[in-house]
């Protein structure tokens, strides 16, 4: 009933930039928030960031600084801008939508995931 499609990952090198983009469609009423998580090899999935639909926002301590979420509530899409990756910034990355498809019908989505490889 939610789709969600992610873009943008790849390999770059230390200290380079990646912008990830991840659209929402389907019989969408309203979104509450949307996010980016990511997963190393043999690691939990952990949260990067996440942006409400009033734009709050929140980050992991780790990409603070580094990392910038932002939101087009029109276009159902969020963004995340990655400045200055590192390789510990290697994973794959979720984007994670949850809102509503009507009265009594909250939805919480996840995209299928896109690689991001830091490495030199």
């Known amino acids: 009933q939610v789709q969600l499609v992610e873009s943008g990952g790849g390999l770059v090198q230390p200290g380079g930039s990646l912008r990830l983009s991840c659209a929402a469609s389907?019989?969408?009423?309203?979104?509450?928030?949307m996010g980016w998580y990511r997963q190393a090899p043999e690691k939990q999935r952990e949260l990067v960031a996440t942006i409400t639909s009033g734009g709050s926002t929140n980050y992991a301590d780790s990409v603070k600084g580094r990392f910038t979420i932002s939101r087009d509530n029109a276009k159902n899409t969020v963004y995340l801008q990655m400045n200055s990756l590192k390789p510990e910034d290697t994973a794959v990355y979720y984007c994670?939508?949850?809102?509503?498809?009507?009265?009594?019908?909250?939805?919480?989505?996840w995209g299928q995931g896109t690689q991001v490889t830091v490495s030199s």
């Open positions: 994670n939508t949850r809102g509503s498809l009507g009265p009594g019908r909250n939805f919480d989505s």
């Open positions: 389907g019989s969408i009423l309203s979104i509450y928030a």
